[in-house]
């Protein structure tokens, strides 16, 4: 069967083996981490299957199939709909075909609209559109503290104290600017300190929020009328914080970049060593990584939405420009900041046991931000915030060391765009 499907910016599939095998390498070099996985979808001559158990895919009857066909129609529904409708449309297919009006619909459904290039005005960048995400939300070290993201020690005598919001944001803004002056368009998910991607502070969505979701999830009896109460009234901000906030804003943060439709997205975080619980002692390791979306566990995959995820991952088939953007990224990480990425043999069990490796300090791990945004994306984790000179360096001159996480985000996206002379 003759079929000429553009499935990345540079491969185009003219056969339904060309697919096939273009999509199982995907999937096994990017999305797949356990065989497990294995039992949620198929890839085959009929499209790609998404299914919501073993004994379902034994039987044959998938949760929802894409045909080789409609690959550029399932696309554009990703694109143009929002999570809420996706998933209707995920759960209602099963293996009918796309009607000939939902086709027409979809395929006449206007994309959000990307920036338009100039004529020529000597910008590097005029015509793109790159969001950026500065993680964490913390504007003040009490903030800080309710995330558990801050950095508090006594280092050859000083008490040093910082925090990652304040970092990341501090980054994107000087970002934003470079970017800018060559032409991008920029967007960020938030632009001041203690700003959630609400556009509000975390107490005004606790106070504006938290009530309507605590209703609801009583309504459906998926709590007590005391634990709403205790919740609503008496709980800590750190347990609100963690347990209600955070999945709602990284999920606002994924929608507001789908909905701007950027050709990259960079989300800006600090790094830490791991396996610590406060970071009130100085380390001596440091080193730098990257992630890009991927690396699916079977226990990822345990409800239709994430099935989506999944499955819209596979279709848009992003992955080699992540993984170039994001090798673009920890070399300049390497060259900015002088300090190494973290080499492959480490004994970090979340690199070890739930990513996979691409390159050398990249790895495809499957966090909320990475397994929902359509676009591009590079997750930057640049150097070790604890580390005993880092710390002395981000409390005591912070802006310079900050200006060169900043070029170093600059520098990849010039490389990755191929804008550099």
Same mark, same amino acid.
């Given at each position: 069967?003759?079929?000429?499907?553009?499935?990345?910016?540079?491969?185009?599939?003219?056969?339904?083996?060309?697919?096939?095998?273009?999509?199982?390498?995907?999937?096994?070099?990017?999305?797949?981490?356990?065989?497990?996985?294995?039992?949620?979808?198929?890839?085959?001559?009929?499209?790609?299957?998404?299914?919501? !158990?073993?004994?379902?895919?034994?039987?044959?009857?998938?949760?929802?199939?894409?045909?080789?066909?409609?690959?550029?129609?399932?696309?554009?529904?990703?694109?143009?709909?929002?999570?809420?409708?996706?998933?209707?449309?995920?759960?209602?297919?099963?293996?009918?075909?796309?009607?000939?009006?939902?086709?027409?619909?979809?395929?006449?459904?206007?994309?959000?609209?990307?920036?338009?290039?100039?004529?020529?005005?000597?910008?590097?960048?005029?015509?793109?559109?790159?969001?950026?995400?500065?993680?964490?939300?913390?504007?003040?070290?009490?903030?800080?503290? #309710?995330?558990?993201?801050?950095?508090?020690?006594?280092?050859?005598?000083?008490?040093? !104290?910082?925090?990652?919001?304040?970092?990341?944001?501090?980054?994107?803004?000087?970002?934003?600017?470079?970017?800018?002056?060559?032409?991008?368009? #920029?967007?960020?998910?938030?632009?001041?300190?203690?700003?959630?991607?609400?556009? +509000?502070?975390?107490?005004?969505?606790?106070?504006?929020?938290?009530?309507?979701?605590?209703? +609801?999830?009583?309504?459906?009896?998926?709590? !007590?009328?005391?634990?709403?109460?205790?919740?609503?009234?008496?709980?800590?901000?750190?347990?609100?914080?963690?347990?209600?906030?955070?999945?709602?804003?990284?999920?606002?943060?994924? !929608?507001?970049?789908?909905?701007?439709?950027?050709?990259?997205?960079?989300?800006?975080?600090?790094?830490?060593?791991?396996?610590?619980?406060?970071?009130?002692?100085?380390?001596?390791?440091?080193?730098?990584?990257?992630?890009?979306?991927?690396?699916?566990?079977?226990?990822?995959?345990?409800?239709?939405?994430?099935?989506?995820?999944?499955?819209?991952?596979?279709?848009?088939? +992003?992955?080699?420009?992540?993984?170039?953007?994001?090798?673009?990224?920890?070399?300049?990480?390497?060259?900015?900041?002088?300090?190494?990425?973290?080499?492959?043999?480490?004994?970090?069990?979340?690199?070890?046991?739930?990513?996979?490796?691409?390159?050398?300090?990249?790895?495809?791990? +499957?966090?909320?931000?990475?397994?929902?945004?359509?676009?591009?994306?590079?997750?930057?984790?640049?150097?070790?915030?604890?580390?005993?000179?880092?710390?002395?360096?981000?409390?005591?001159?912070?802006?310079?060391?900050?200006?060169?996480?900043?070029?170093?985000?600059?520098?990849?996206?010039?490389?990755?765009?191929?804008?550099?002379?």
């Amino acid at each position: 069967m003759l079929l000429i499907v553009q499935v990345s910016s540079s491969v185009y599939c003219q056969t339904v083996d060309d697919l096939y095998k273009y999509y199982q390498h995907i999937a096994s070099k990017y999305l797949v981490k356990s065989k497990q996985v294995e039992n949620f979808f198929s890839i085959d001559a009929r499209g790609i299957a998404m299914y919501a !158990s073993a004994a379902d895919k034994k039987k044959n009857t998938p949760e929802c199939l894409i045909y080789w066909d409609e690959i550029e129609t399932y696309k554009n529904l990703v694109r143009s709909k929002d999570k809420k409708e996706q998933l209707e449309y995920y759960e209602s297919k099963k293996d009918k075909r796309f009607s000939l009006s939902e086709k027409k619909r979809l395929t006449t459904t206007q994309l959000p609209p990307q920036a338009s290039f100039g004529k020529a005005s000597g910008k590097k960048l005029q015509g793109y559109k790159i969001a950026i995400d500065p993680g964490h939300i913390a504007g003040t070290l009490d903030i800080a503290k #309710v995330e558990h993201r801050f950095i508090e020690m006594e280092i050859k005598g000083k008490k040093v !104290s910082f925090f990652e919001g304040d970092l990341t944001l501090r980054t994107a803004l000087i970002l934003k600017e470079k970017l800018e002056k060559q032409g991008a368009t #920029v967007f960020l998910t938030r632009s001041r300190p203690n700003t959630t991607a609400y556009g +509000n502070s975390f107490k005004h969505w606790r106070k504006t929020y938290l009530p309507e979701i605590l209703d +609801n999830a009583l309504a459906r009896k998926r709590m !007590s009328k005391w634990e709403r109460n205790r919740l609503l009234f008496r709980a800590k901000d750190t347990e609100i914080f963690h347990d209600y906030f955070l999945p709602r804003d990284l999920e606002m943060r994924a !929608s507001l970049i789908n909905a701007f439709n950027p050709d990259i997205t960079i989300v800006i975080h600090f790094n830490a060593a791991p396996q610590k619980e406060r970071w009130n002692m100085a380390v001596k390791e440091n080193y730098n990584m990257v992630f890009m979306p991927g690396a699916f566990l079977s226990d990822d995959l345990s409800n239709p939405t994430e099935r989506l995820e999944f499955l819209n991952l596979l279709i848009l088939a +992003n992955f080699d420009k992540s993984a170039k953007l994001a090798g673009h990224l920890i070399k300049e990480f390497i060259q900015q900041l002088d300090v190494p990425p973290i080499p492959v043999n480490n004994k970090i069990s979340y690199l070890q046991k739930i990513s996979n490796l691409v390159s050398e300090g990249v790895y495809c791990r +499957n966090l909320k931000l990475c397994r929902q945004i359509n676009s591009p994306l590079c997750y930057g984790e640049s150097l070790y915030q604890d580390n005993e000179q880092e710390a002395l360096r981000l409390f005591e001159n912070k802006e310079r060391r900050i200006k060169q996480v900043a070029e170093a985000y600059y520098n990849a996206v010039l490389k990755y765009f191929q804008v550099v002379k």
